[in-house]
């Protein structure tokens, strides 16, 4: 299909390194209204603020959904995606749990590559870096009343980011949390939903005050079981050779990078394992040495290894606090299809 561009007449400066995450936008966005039933088509415009009612629904019952994904550039200055699709097939699910129309995924792809290919420049490809990519849809109707909206926005902007955390590629320390929960099964935790981020905010910012970059969530009916971080999922590397996961049991989010994760090493002759992990095994096999390493996996960070972590008042260190050998191989590997740098054994990539 013809996608309507309309082009920025003031062009931004673009940022130099270092980016952070998340601080600097591109010249230009998707944006696609749901209106009188259906989906218009989507159009790139300048990026721009959007003019909201006080009322829009957003802002009084979170009808909200987002994904996160990111864009490469090779050796050979070719643009690389990453898995779009699966994200795009995620929106949707968050999609049909918030009673929000689904996105036709090929349309929304296609506006998606013109976007990344008219804003090109903005892709960094210093080690490390790459452009983030976040889709989102908001409920638009101007009247309060807790009900599903009838109008919809959608949008994607751009964001060119370097490493999620100030210190790069190192060992992190995770604290356990005993009192607040993140997700209940039959809620929305295994969704990309934007209350359920504002909810772990106040237990993220007790973590930091400790000296911890992340919380570690247990479930919320017993506060027994390991299910996710903050802003990925976890993985732990038991007996030299294999790689337990949390099982997807409805409150914890399917990553897309877990689950290429746990291909990667599956296809590397590790033993995956997706099942429940109780916090109490946890803090044995890494007294034991029977845990030698923990490493979380997600989009933004795409893994990150864990040094420590802390429960009842006693941090337990893992691997003497240093980055593991399957988690540098693992992330090697994975950053390596994802750039170019590695063959794509498993057509995750596309060129563009």
Same mark, same amino acid.
């Given at each position: 299909?013809? !996608?309507?561009?309309?082009?920025? $007449?003031?062009?931004?400066?673009?940022?130099?390194?270092?980016?952070?995450?998340?601080?600097?936008?591109?010249?230009? +966005?998707?944006? +696609?209204? &749901?209106?009188?039933?259906?989906?218009?088509?989507?159009?790139?415009?300048? &990026?721009?603020?959007?003019?909201?009612?006080?009322?829009?629904?957003?802002?009084?019952?979170?009808?909200?959904?987002?994904?996160?994904?990111?864009?490469?550039? =090779?050796?050979?200055?070719? !643009?690389?995606?990453?898995?779009?699709?699966?994200?795009?097939?995620?929106?949707? =699910?968050?999609?049909?749990?918030?009673?929000?129309?689904?996105?036709?995924?090929?349309?929304?792809?296609?506006?998606?590559?013109?976007?990344?290919?008219?804003?090109? =420049?903005?892709?960094?490809?210093?080690?490390?870096?790459?452009? &983030?990519?976040?889709?989102?849809?908001?409920?638009? =109707?101007?009247?309060?009343?807790?009900?599903?909206?009838?109008?919809?926005?959608?949008?994607?902007?751009?964001?060119?980011?370097?490493? &999620?955390?100030?210190?790069?590629?190192?060992?992190?320390?995770?604290?356990?949390?005993?009192?607040?929960?993140?997700?209940?099964?039959?809620?929305?935790?295994?969704?990309?939903?934007?209350?359920?981020?504002?909810?772990?905010?106040?237990?993220?910012?007790?973590?930091?005050?400790?000296?911890?970059?992340?919380?570690?969530?247990?479930?919320?009916?017993?506060?027994?079981? %390991?299910?996710?971080?903050?802003?990925?999922? !976890?993985?732990?590397?038991?007996?030299?050779?294999?790689?337990?996961?949390?099982?997807?049991?409805?409150?914890?989010?399917?990553?897309?990078?877990?689950?290429?994760?746990?291909?990667?090493?599956?296809?590397?002759?590790?033993? %995956?394992?997706?099942?429940?992990?109780?916090?109490?095994?946890?803090?044995?096999?890494?007294?034991?040495?029977?845990? $030698?390493?923990?490493?979380?996996?997600?989009?933004?960070?795409?893994?990150?290894?864990?040094?420590?972590?802390?429960?009842?008042?006693?941090?337990?260190?893992?691997?003497?606090?240093?980055?593991?050998?399957?988690?540098?191989?693992?992330? $090697?590997?994975?950053?390596?299809?994802?750039?170019?740098?590695?063959?794509?054994?498993?057509?995750?990539?596309?060129?563009?």
């Amino acid at each position: 299909m013809t !996608i309507k561009i309309t082009k920025t $007449t003031t062009p931004k400066v673009k940022p130099e390194n270092p980016l952070g995450f998340g601080k600097y936008f591109t010249d230009h +966005m998707v944006t +696609m209204e &749901y209106l009188e039933g259906k989906w218009a088509a989507p159009e790139i415009v300048p &990026y721009s603020p959007f003019s909201l009612d006080p009322s829009t629904a957003i802002f009084h019952y979170g009808q909200g959904i987002f994904e996160g994904l990111k864009a490469y550039k =090779d050796s050979k200055g070719k !643009i690389r995606l990453f898995r779009t699709l699966d994200n795009l097939n995620r929106l949707n =699910d968050s999609a049909e749990r918030l009673c929000i129309p689904k996105i036709d995924t090929r349309v929304v792809y296609d506006a998606l590559v013109e976007l990344i290919k008219l804003d090109a =420049d903005w892709i960094p490809t210093d080690e490390g870096t790459s452009l &983030y990519i976040r889709p989102s849809i908001i409920a638009l =109707d101007n009247a309060l009343g807790v009900r599903a909206s009838q109008n919809y926005l959608f949008f994607i902007i751009l964001s060119p980011v370097g490493a &999620y955390y100030e210190k790069g590629f190192s060992p992190i320390k995770l604290y356990v949390e005993e009192n607040y929960s993140r997700a209940a099964k039959g809620g929305t935790g295994d969704k990309k939903v934007i209350g359920n981020y504002a909810a772990s905010l106040r237990a993220a910012a007790d973590a930091a005050t400790k000296g911890y970059s992340q919380v570690m969530w247990l479930d919320a009916n017993e506060h027994k079981y %390991v299910e996710e971080v903050g802003a990925m999922n !976890i993985c732990f590397v038991m007996d030299g050779n294999k790689i337990i996961t949390p099982a997807l049991t409805g409150s914890i989010l399917p990553g897309i990078t877990r689950r290429s994760v746990l291909e990667l090493a599956a296809a590397n002759g590790f033993t %995956v394992e997706e099942r429940l992990v109780s916090i109490d095994e946890l803090v044995n096999a890494a007294k034991s040495g029977k845990c $030698t390493e923990i490493f979380g996996t997600g989009t933004a960070a795409v893994i990150s290894p864990v040094g420590a972590f802390c429960y009842k008042g006693e941090e337990i260190s893992v691997n003497a606090g240093k980055l593991g050998d399957i988690t540098q191989k693992i992330y $090697t590997e994975l950053t390596g299809i994802q750039t170019g740098k590695v063959e794509d054994r498993f057509g995750w990539s596309i060129v563009l």
